[in-house]
C-alpha cells in the first residue's frame, strides 16, 4: 500500500511539471509567465508591507501609555 502511494504521488508530480513547463503555441510555459511577473509581485508586496507598518506606527504613536511621563 505504502508502494503504491509513492507511485500515486510521483505521477502526480511528474504531472504537474509537465504542465508547469510545457511550451504553448506563444513558446512561453507557465513558469516563464511567473518568473516574469514575480519582480512586479514583489514590488507590490514590499508597497502593501509598508503601508501596513505605516498604519501600525501610527496606531501606536496615538496609544496611551501611562507609564510614559
Same mark, same amino acid.
Request: proline share 3%; net charge positive.
Given at each position: 500500500?505504502?508502494?503504491?502511494?509513492?507511485?500515486?504521488?510521483? =505521477? =502526480?508530480?511528474? =504531472?504537474?511539471?509537465?504542465?508547469?513547463?510545457?511550451?504553448?503555441?506563444?513558446?512561453?510555459?507557465?513558469?516563464?509567465?511567473?518568473?516574469?511577473?514575480?519582480?512586479?509581485?514583489?514590488?507590490? =508586496?514590499?508597497?502593501?508591507?509598508?503601508?501596513?507598518?505605516?498604519?501600525?506606527?501610527?496606531?501606536?504613536?496615538?496609544?496611551?501609555?501611562?507609564?510614559?511621563?
Amino acid at each position: 500500500m505504502g508502494l503504491l502511494k509513492y507511485v500515486v504521488l510521483g =505521477a =502526480a508530480a511528474y =504531472a504537474g511539471y509537465n504542465y508547469a513547463t510545457k511550451k504553448r503555441v506563444d513558446g512561453r510555459s507557465l513558469v516563464d509567465d511567473i518568473k516574469d511577473q514575480a519582480p512586479e509581485w514583489v514590488n507590490k =508586496a514590499k508597497q502593501y508591507g509598508n503601508q501596513v507598518k505605516d498604519q501600525f506606527t501610527s496606531q501606536k504613536e496615538n496609544v496611551y501609555d501611562p507609564y510614559q511621563s
